[in-house]
């Protein structure tokens, strides 16, 4: 099995580098990305501190969170070269804006429900190099207001601020122009943001490959078959590579690794175009 999407604690999961590794061995993947959003921290340790020439595949990533005309847009990168200044600009900006995205949820807390975090967990927001919602749901769930992050995301974690992201179109041109492979990551939405239809999806691809996207994740584990299969329909009419990951979190999301549809089924690796354009595997 092959799972290109997956999230450790270098962003809003909550596995180790050596669990995510484990765990994937565990359940039988040939081939995984790492895609922490804006960050590639966890990826160059993974390169720098596990590769054994042996086992399991792996390929870097990285997922950036973009805004477009409206709608949240998730772009993934893969296979780039950790030291390329455009990725490394991407980042240090997406940072930036995500500290700022933060800071702004925070006071909507405030100001909407009179909530004020615990100061020893606001200085484990502040010290963090990459702080998320996540974090904050889980901070809110030890105060007592849920129980489940999904829970603290549809009653406190609402408010989005996407003059506070950075744009799709920026993000695919910047990365276009790096040693890289660009994907559009569950392009028909996610479970805590609001589903576009395929309609709007052909819409955005008419525009995202002219500056320069290289694929599609048409297979996720919020998908259906007949999704998937829509999906895998629009990446053919593009000439666009075909991707799948299950967007694992740890305990965040109730996901699986490997998991690359909402139904549990197995998705086979032939399946998946995208990885036979990959250059630098590395075996863990």
Partial sequence: MI??????????????????????????IELFALTDHDTIDGCKKIIENHAKNKGIKFV????????????????????????????????????????????NTLNFLKKQFG???????????????????????NFLIEL??????????KKYL??????????????????????????WAHPLGSSERQRITLEKVEEKLQ???????????????YFSAEESQSLTALAKKYNLLISGGSDYHGRN????????????????????TLPQKFRNIYYL
């Fill in 60 to 103: 870097p990533g990285i997922e950036f969170s973009t805004v477009d005309h409206g709608d949240t847009v998730h772009i993934l990168a893969y296979d780039y070269d950790p030291a390329d200044k455009n990725i490394v600009a991407l980042i240090k900006k997406g940072i930036a804006l995500r500290q700022k995205r933060v800071k």
């Fill in 207 to 221: 525009r995202f490959t002219r500056c320069g996207l290289d694929g599609l994740e048409c297979y996720h584990s």
């Fill in 144 to 153: 007592g207001y849920g129980t489940s992050v999904s829970e603290m995301f």
């Fill in 3 to 28: 799972d290109l999407h997956q999230h450790s604690i270098f962003s809003d999961g909550t596995d180790s580098l050596e669990e995510l590794i484990q765990k994937n061995k565990d359940s039988h």
């Fill in 115 to 137: 909530i004020t975090l615990k100061g020893e967990q606001l200085a484990k927001i502040k010290a963090s190099k990459n702080p998320n919602k996540p974090m904050i749901a």
């Fill in 253 to 272: 999301k109730t996901v699986e690794i490997g998991q690359l549809n909402k139904d549990h089924q197995t998705v086979e690796p032939e399946s998946l």
């Fill in 158 to 183: 609402y408010a989005s601020f996407d003059d506070l992201k950075l744009t799709s179109e920026e993000v695919i041109k910047t990365l276009s122009k790096s040693q890289c492979l660009v994907v």
